[in-house]
DNA sequence: CGTCCGTTTGAGGATCATCAATGTCCGTGG
DNA sequence: CCACGGACATTGATGATCCTCAAACGGACG
């Protein structure tokens, strides 16, 4: 695994938080669903905080595993070689996100940072040891990895729309919805590039190129140096959105 | 939830196989990724088995999550309704695999019956209870639910594609793959009908009906009755799968 | 101020969706 | 036994959309 940037090791440290989902409710409908303050502090003794520059490779596909990482700071991709060449962005990861599981000890995706990032970084061993001594623990990463299927079958959805424009939308209704990505005042943020959005996307560079002016010129979305968006005409972006 | 079939409930049966795979390997190189035979009979305690005739639903999206499934023989597929009416197959389902996975306490699927199938069924809190009971239980749903994730991108992958034939190709490299799936002597086997494949493959009916027709003219594929399909030339059919 | 990288815009060709018609299989009923 | 009907699948013609190739544009940085 190659690592260009520098690791700090930092314990004090509130701990990892890991966007779970609750599997189900305790009956005075309060959630079972997050890590409790022991939980935090047990993951928090297992991980080495890294920092990582923009354009950083964190482990390539077919690398053996070594750690799994929680995202702290910053927005990462995860994506795929084909034999091509080409790539195909399986997923952004923001803050609270969870990668590096593998599959027959390998990952099975490269990860690569967006921006500037710090990240949880834990011994699989010693994550998997903590897993199988507390069940709750592991019943949170189950729910966190269903909910990430669940992303990845959304992601599939808006891949099979036909028109640029609408996949577009789509993603940009995804991110609005996620409250790590960093939407602050009705602005989207976009710290990805145009190349990473169309990887992400399964479209041209060009055609998401076209979509963004297409969006701009039917005044339903603004763009501001190409890293932020927002809607200004909500009902036609909603119904762009739900035209599938 | 509407239930057509007749259930019967059997308790001197081998026990549910889920499809899991290993998430590391002991030592001497052994997996741990299989269920245990403890672990296979309290599952089975747990489970009732059912049966569903061919194009019946087993829940629907939305529903209250009562159940989770396991497959014991049969095919079924995992769709969404989109607004506009139409269908996105998200996955096909055979023997060993599991889904009933809900969010909030509701299914985000619909799941319906492409053959005849019979079903473990597991009451979600009995299971919910088990697995916090066995952390290696837990372990083994982990690894399968990682597995799906990966299926899932996979098939974001063959979304993604531009070429009908070679969406096609793909899919069913990825059938004849699945030990699962039932391809006998050369021969992969399609229960479901071309509008299911269509759904599956984010095409229409009558792309998909012309893929078809192309990997059969090229002397690639032949197919047979229109469930079932063989591949007679390995070579073009792998480049073909490759070419993205 | 010039270069480099990322982005935007333009023109032409390829592919798929749609609409419509025809063809095939299989169970039903005469 | 055969004719009919319906569900499913194939084939054809047209239009819309995106990809590719290519060129121009813009900001960041030395």
Known sequence: MERHGEAELIHADAG????GIEFERNADGTSKGLLTETQRRGLASLATLVTFPPRTIVYREDGELSSIFIAKEGVLKAFRELPSGKRRVAAFLFPGDMFGLAENGRYVNTVQTVTKVVLYQIPSEALAEMLRRDPELQFQFLCKITHELRQGQRHAILIARKDAAGRLAMFLSMLEQNEH????????????????????????????????????????????????????????????????
Do not use: C
Request: hydrophobic share 45%; charged share 20%.
């Open 16 to 19: 990892p938080v890991i966007r």
């Open 181 to 244: 990505a960093g939407s602050q005042g009705g602005w989207i943020q976009l710290p990805m590039s145009r190349t990473d959005l169309a990887e992400y996307l399964g479209l041209s560079l060009e055609s998401v190129s076209r979509a963004t002016s297409a969006l701009s010129r039917r005044g339903i979305v603004i763009f501001q140096g190409g890293h932020a968006a927002r809607v200004i005409d909500r009902a036609r972006f909603e119904k762009l959105v739900n035209a599938l």
